[in-house]
C-alpha cells in the first residue's frame, strides 16, 4: 500500500523544485481553527458517527490569489521569489494528492486534513494509511463545516483559508525528504510539527495518535 510521503514524491518529483534552502510556514493562528470543538476523544467519536451529512467545506475552484505571496513575505527578500513559486507548486499540485488519498480537492477539510496528517508524520516519525486519513477527513470536515465562525465566511475567505492550509499542510509532508540528514534541520522540523499539531488541536502532540478511527487522543500519562 503505498504511502503519503511516496505519492507525495511521485508527485512532486519533476514537477516543481524544492526552495533552497527548504522553508516551512510559519503557523501564524490560522483563522477558523477547529480547536474549539476538539475536546475529547469522546467528542471526535461522536462527530465522526453522525449520520448527517455536514454542511460543504468545498471552496470554488483555482482562482488567482496572492496567498502564496503573502506567505513568503516573512522571510528574508533574497529567498521570496524562489519560495512563493515553490508555495504556488505545492497549492497546485495538492488536488491531484487529494483525490489520490480519497479526499475532495478544493476543500478546506482535504487542506486542514493534510496539515494535520502531515505534521503528524513529521511529529512521530511514522506514516500513515489511505483509510485513516479519510477517516480524520470525516472528523475534520464535520467539526469546520459546523464551525459557526466558518459558516459565516465568504467565499474568498474559505478560498484563502483552503490554499494557507494547502500549503502549510504540503510543506510539512514533503518536509523529511528535503532535510536529508541534516540533525539540526530534523529537530527543528519535529519542533515545528509538535507546535502545529498542539496549536491546532490543542492538545500534546504527544498524546495524539491517528489510527482507522481517524484522531485518537490518549489518555495523560499513557
Request: net charge positive.
Amino acid at each position: 500500500m503505498k504511502s503519503i510521503a511516496i505519492v507525495l514524491c511521485l508527485v512532486v518529483t519533476g514537477a516543481v523544485a524544492a526552495a533552497d534552502p527548504f522553508h516551512i510556514p510559519q503557523y501564524t493562528g490560522v483563522p477558523l481553527m477547529i480547536s474549539s470543538n476538539v475536546v475529547a476523544q469522546q467528542t471526535l467519536n461522536r462527530e465522526l458517527d453522525r449520520t448527517t451529512k455536514p454542511p460543504s467545506t468545498a471552496v470554488r475552484a483555482r482562482t488567482t490569489t496572492n496567498i502564496p505571496a503573502q506567505m513568503a513575505k516573512t522571510l528574508p527578500a533574497a529567498a521570496r521569489g524562489n519560495t512563493e513559486t515553490f508555495y504556488r507548486g505545492m497549492l497546485d499540485h495538492f488536488p491531484a494528492l487529494a483525490k489520490q488519498w480519497g479526499v475532495p480537492p478544493d476543500d478546506v477539510a482535504s487542506a486542514a486534513t493534510m496539515l494535520v496528517a502531515g505534521s503528524y508524520i513529521a511529529y512521530h516519525g511514522v506514516d500513515i494509511r489511505p483509510a485513516h486519513f479519510q477517516a480524520v477527513y470525516g472528523q475534520v470536515k464535520r467539526m469546520i463545516a459546523t464551525n459557526p465562525t466558518f459558516a459565516k465566511a465568504s467565499g474568498a475567505q474559505r478560498r484563502e483559508l483552503y490554499e494557507r492550509l494547502a500549503i502549510m499542510g504540503m510543506c510539512m509532508t514533503i518536509a523529511p525528504t528535503q532535510i536529508g540528514n541534516d540533525a539540526k534541520a530534523a529537530a527543528a522540523l519535529r519542533r515545528d510539527a509538535r507546535d502545529y499539531l498542539q496549536q491546532f488541536l490543542q492538545i500534546d502532540a504527544d498524546r495524539i495518535r491517528i489510527t482507522s478511527q481517524g484522531l485518537v487522543f490518549l489518555e495523560e500519562n499513557q
